[in-house]
């Protein structure tokens, strides 16, 4: 079965930091992973997806992915951290079978940045 | 803007009560999803449909129950309400189904069993 797990349920940062979220996933065939954000009160929000290609792939708000084949890994990046960053993010991995088509979302981890 | 409508926001009832859900896809998805988000089990996917049809169930309770009209848009009822069933449901719509594409999420409902 899919699945993906994020190992941290907060990662606190400071402003202008790297930050780092990670994901690591377990796929049987070709992994389709997305990252989401959501904010207090608000839905999830598309952040990027890796659907094959380049392994580094770039999204909103100046967040990127890497995709690791050989860690099964899909940590979100961004160079330079902003306070408005946080916020709660969800990795997920898309189930796609005969009778079954949905994301699998992981269990969230809360960025807060520092000023 | 998701796109995606929700209603109601809010929702406060007492147990054995039922409620029904409402969400409006965005313009032109055929999919639509239903998920359940509490503290302790995460986001967890109910239900999809698409086109009207029923196209993958989760962990969806049979207390619980959904359909898509055929403007698209959709409605989970849930019913013999229990207390853990209080939680965000968010509904989320896609253009197509079985397609390696982003799901657009609306703001959700929040449901209080008291």
Redesign the interface.
């Known amino acids: 079965a899919q699945s993906v797990a994020q190992p941290e349920d907060q990662v606190n940062v400071a402003e202008g930091n790297p930050l780092t979220v990670k994901c690591t996933y377990s796929v049987s065939g070709n992994p389709y992973l997305f990252w989401y954000v959501q904010y207090p009160n608000r839905g999830l929000q598309f952040l990027l997806k890796y659907i094959t290609g380049d392994n580094l792939v770039k999204g909103s708000y100046g967040f990127e992915a890497e995709f690791n084949k050989s860690q099964t890994s899909f940590h979100l990046k961004k160079p330079s951290a902003l306070v408005s960053d946080s916020a709660l993010y969800f990795c997920a991995v898309r189930d796609i079978g005969a009778n079954t088509d949905k994301l699998i979302f992981g269990t969230g981890t809360r960025l807060q940045v520092f000023p | 803007d ?1 796109g ?1 409508t929700q209603t109601p926001k809010h929702l406060i009832t007492a147990t054995g009560q039922r409620v029904t859900l409402r969400c409006s896809p965005r313009s032109g998805d055929l ?1 639509v ?1 239903w ?1 359940q988000q509490s503290l302790d089990q ?2 967890q ?1 109910l239900i ?1 449909y ?1 086109n009207g049809e029923e ?2 169930k ?1 962990n969806i309770l049979e207390r619980f129950s959904a359909q898509q009209f055929p403007d698209l848009h959709s409605e989970l009822n849930l019913s013999s309400l229990e207390l853990g069933d209080s939680a965000l449901y ?1 509904c ?1 719509s896609s253009p197509t ?2 397609r ?1 594409g ?7 409902s929040r449901l209080t069993v008291l």
């Not at chain 2, 982003?102 to 959700?108: A, D, H, N, R, S």
Request: net charge negative.
């Open positions: 998701s995606v999919s999803y998920y995460g986001l996917f999809q698409y196209r993958a989760g968010f989320a189904s079985g390696a982003e799901l657009f999420f609306g703001e959700g």
